[in-house]
């Protein structure tokens, strides 16, 4: 069964370093969702892509975090500097369909960041 | 903008009773409302969803129910089992109206065997 696969699985790194997040959707899958998920709350949108175009990203902290998926398949999201604040899992996701449908996403198993 | 309730927060229930999970949204244009399971460490795995042209969905053990008018979807698990301990979450979304997923705060059940 195709999965969403993402790494590393833990990253601790110190604030104000820069942290990298990597996420490889379900082969054929053009849109990919990068979320949030702070411990005890639901998952929270980042940025969503279309193919390699970014579709939403009106929730992520631009000042900080960047993310990319230049071909159109895997993303990496950025963090820099990191900060307390940012000790979280980051779930990636990917759904089979364009924008226009309403269609199911599947998630990875995270990255779960502690900033110290 | 969308905003989902989840409740109860926790839940518990005798192995073999069921247990019901009730989301309240507020925009009237989602459309699509999936249910997640979360297990400790892992993702969050889609277990059923529901569109607006539906009232009630069905899938083995798992039903899901849609009440449009008063903007409230509900799910039932019936004949619970150990395994079914984890944290879900339910979700409303709009997708043909740009409306991305807005996820409920989650409700950790518990199953005693």
């Known amino acids: 069964e195709a999965e969403v696969a993402q790494s590393p699985r833990y990253k601790i790194t110190e604030k104000s370093q820069a942290v990298a997040f990597w996420c490889d959707p379900i082969?054929?899958?053009?849109?990919l969702y990068w979320y949030r998920q702070i411990l005890g709350q639901g998952p929270e949108l980042l940025v969503q892509?279309?193919?390699?175009?970014?579709?939403?990203d009106s929730q992520l902290p631009k000042d900080r975090f960047s993310a990319e998926r230049l071909k159109g398949v895997d993303s990496t999201l950025k963090i820099q500097p990191a900060e307390l604040g940012d000790s979280a899992m980051y779930l990636c996701?990917?759904?089979?369909?364009?924008?226009?449908?309403?269609?199911?996403?599947?998630f990875g198993p995270g990255t779960r960041l502690t900033v110290t | 903008g969308e905003n989902v309730e989840q409740h109860p927060s926790t839940l518990s229930v005798q192995e073999g009773d069921s247990a019901v999970i009730k989301c309240t949204y507020s925009?009237?244009?989602?459309?699509?409302f999936p249910w997640y399971k979360q297990e400790l460490g892992k993702g969050p795995q889609l277990i059923i969803d529901i569109r607006s042209n539906v009232g009630e969905k069905k899938d083995q053990r798992i039903a899901v129910t849609l009440n449009k008018t008063a903007k409230h979807f509900s799910l039932h698990i019936t004949e619970t089992q150990p395994e079914d301990s984890a944290v879900y979450f339910c979700?409303?979304?709009?997708?043909?109206?740009?409306?991305?997923?807005?996820f409920g705060p989650g409700t950790r059940l518990s199953v005693l065997p």
């Open positions: 892509f279309q193919d390699e175009s970014v579709v939403d």
């Open positions: 925009d009237s244009a989602s459309n699509y």
């Open positions: 979700a409303a979304s709009n997708p043909l109206g740009g409306q991305n997923f807005v």
């Open positions: 082969s054929g899958h053009a849109t």
């Open positions: 996701a990917s759904s089979p369909a364009g924008l226009a449908r309403p269609y199911e996403q599947y």
